[in-house]
């Protein structure tokens, strides 16, 4: 869904990309993406968006960014993508070669990218900022989500050290009525393993099976037809 903002009673800065190697309906999927989204929102959309497009768009938002922080002197953390649009470039026109010598037109196209950031009006920043709050970040996206982090974990750790603290005090009660239990040496996992290894030697061995051997079958003296033919000639 295209969003119109009026940028000629705002301040802001813009970046082109002039002869981009993009079919310009291809520049548009991703730019109508981020547009009237913050540069932190924007950002995290580029990054994510899996289209070559993405990375020239990318550094154009940065390239405006950076104009817009440097020329204009303005807050980078109350920026928004006020404006972003493709216009077709020159079309670089190749040849294929076809059957029967014929030949069909190959068209590389081309766009220029414009990429326009504004900063929000007093108004929008106070409903940003009441929002944020309510939200428990600020305004300045990751920093104030780290610092909220942060500050969840350490209540969550510190409810989480309170609640072991209890528990440890309550076993200590527990083991203070029952004086036998103190004075019974703790089993350790070393010991359950060395107590397990003198049982396994201390069993007694099971008797292992003998397999039978089959008995030798004495040798077969096999003589030829044909030497007992020789024989009987030189008896003769």
């Known amino acids: ?69 440097h020329n204009e002197q303005l807050d980078p953390d109350e920026l928004f993508v006020a404006e972003c649009f493709a216009d077709e470039g020159p079309t670089l026109k190749r040849w294929r070669p076809r059957a029967r010598g014929r030949a069909t037109r190959i068209r590389k196209r081309t766009c220029h ?61 527990e083991t203070s009525d029952d004086g036998a239990s103190e004075d019974a040496p703790r089993k350790t996992p070393a010991s359950r393993t060395k107590k397990k290894a003198a049982a396994r030697k201390a069993a007694p061995k099971k008797p292992t099976k003998k397999t039978a051997v089959a008995p030798e079958q004495p040798e077969k003296n096999v003589t030829d037809a044909g030497s007992s033919d020789t024989d009987d000639e030189e008896s003769s």
Do not use: C, W
Request: glycine fraction near 8%.
């Open 1 to 69: 869904m295209a969003v119109a903002f009026d940028t000629s009673d705002r301040p802001g800065a813009r970046a082109h990309v002039r002869y981009s190697r993009l079919s310009p309906s291809k520049a548009r999927a991703v730019l109508d993406l981020i547009r009237g989204e913050s540069i932190e929102r924007a950002g995290e959309i580029l990054r994510l968006t899996e289209r070559d497009a993405a990375n020239v768009v990318h550094g154009a938002l940065n390239s405006a960014v950076a104009n817009a922080e």
């Open 113 to 173: 990218i414009t990429v326009v950031v504004g900063r929000y009006t007093e108004d929008e920043l106070d409903a940003i900022r009441a929002l944020e709050a309510a939200r428990g970040t600020s305004v300045g996206g990751s920093r104030g989500a780290a610092e909220a982090r942060r500050r969840r974990v350490a209540a969550s750790q510190g409810e989480d050290a309170d609640e072991a603290e209890e528990a440890d005090q309550a076993d200590g009660a």
